[in-house]
């Protein structure tokens, strides 16, 4: 489960025909060919070998234990959409966390994905690099004009509107800006009020404003405030 935070993002140009090189470049359809309007992948990509690494936390003799695994392998014990379907069945997690330890990843792969990649597994990745745990979630994707007077040119916008889960993907947001500025458009970032947003800028509820950020220096420094204190929070829970 988690809490959805809600944006909007919304790309202006003089030219309508780099809002299509920037759809292009935004969008890929997934594994499942379901197609991604705004792929965090194609701003900060996850290394192909984290995808399908999963963790189990577990103690052994009063110490805590890492159990990296790939799911792959650990389909035929435990799927977890069955587990869900047969809820009320009882699962055994001794036979389960014994049969993990059996397909577990060795201890010297772990070590050099870290090295490599900083974790170990897609979930810490995807926290440490993008800001929230799971890819975001397109719920509208629009385009409108603005046409000309004889006071401005035409201006085109393309605007997403955009869920992630927990916070918004401050990780990827100086690649996002640095594309946009690099063909030649502009943009605006706006992250509704919520309370995680809250909690990052130890404000009052009544407070609380949407976060608005419109260039790539922008979010840069937005992006080294709020990972740090992301981080700060995350850990409080491992």
Request: with cysteine; glycine share 2%; net charge negative.
């Amino acid at each position: 489960m988690a809490n959805w935070v809600n944006q909007i993002i919304t790309i202006y140009t003089e030219d309508k025909d780099r809002l299509q090189t920037i759809r292009k470049h935004l969008k890929t359809k997934d594994s499942n060919e379901e197609l991604l309007h705004f792929d965090l992948n194609n701003l900060v990509k996850m290394p192909e070998e984290l995808k399908g690494i999963n963790c189990m936390k577990t103690s052994e003799n009063g110490k805590l234990l890492d159990i990296y695994y790939k799911e792959e392998d650990a389909k035929p014990f435990m799927d977890w959409e069955q587990m869900i379907k047969g809820q009320n069945q009882r699962v055994n997690t001794d036979d389960m966390m014994k049969r993990l330890k059996e397909i577990q990843i060795d201890e010297v792969t772990i070590k050099r994905y870290k090295k490599e990649f900083g974790s170990a597994y897609w979930y810490d990745w995807c926290n440490e690099n993008w800001g929230t745990k799971w890819n975001a979630w397109a719920t509208n994707v629009k385009e409108e004009d603005i046409i000309s007077t004889s006071q401005a040119p035409s201006l085109f916008m393309l605007i997403y509107e955009i869920e992630t889960a927990w916070s918004p993907p401050f990780g990827c947001m100086p690649n996002f800006f640095k594309f946009i500025e690099a063909h030649d458009c502009t943009a605006k970032w706006v992250c509704n009020p919520d309370k995680y947003i809250q909690d990052l800028t130890d404000a009052e509820e009544e407070d609380v404003s949407a976060l608005i950020v419109r260039s790539y220096g922008e979010a840069t420094a937005v992006k080294q405030e709020f990972l740090a204190k992301h981080k700060a929070m995350m850990d409080t829970f491992n």
